[in-house]
């Protein structure tokens, strides 16, 4: 990923993206980015980070709720478990996450709900133990 990227919405998704998912996560997905995903980092930092992660409307907090509801209800299990562990940042408490997949329950199928809530107790835990260390 270019930090130096010279559109204002990548710098916005950028500081947004740094801000919900942390700095070391972020350093990650940009040592690891190759010429082939670079362009999709990009993309999601400038759109997803910089379009609709840093709309005023939803905080971040919301937003993370939402984010994994939907990761949740498509079975997107790496994801769920990153927004998870940005819960530690957007402010979304557990208590959060248990009512976003009480819904995905209802609207999405119960084996999509019990799957991610295995994910977020595993996720949860690891980030206990991380604190406690």
């Not at 990548?10 to 801000?19: F, H, L, P, V, W």
């Not at 498509?74 to 990153?82: F, R, T």
């Not at 208590?95 to 819904?103: G, R």
Request: aromatic share 6%; charged share 25%.
């Amino acid at each position: 990923m270019k930090e130096t990227a010279s559109s204002e919405r990548y710098r916005q998704g950028m500081a947004t993206r740094r801000a919900v998912l942390g700095d070391a996560h972020v350093d990650r997905a940009a040592a690891a980015a190759t010429e082939f995903d670079r362009p999709f980092q990009e993309l999601i930092t400038e759109a997803a980070w910089g379009h609709v992660w840093s709309r005023p409307a939803l905080s971040k907090r919301e937003r993370s709720i939402v984010t994994i509801a939907l990761l949740a209800a498509l079975g997107q299990d790496d994801e769920v478990a990153m927004h998870v562990r940005a819960t530690a940042n957007t402010g979304a408490s557990r208590e959060d996450v248990c009512e976003a997949l009480l819904h995905v329950a209802i609207y999405a199928g119960v084996p999509a709900a019990n799957h991610a809530i295995k994910i977020a107790k595993q996720t949860f835990a690891q980030m206990d133990a991380e604190k406690a260390a």
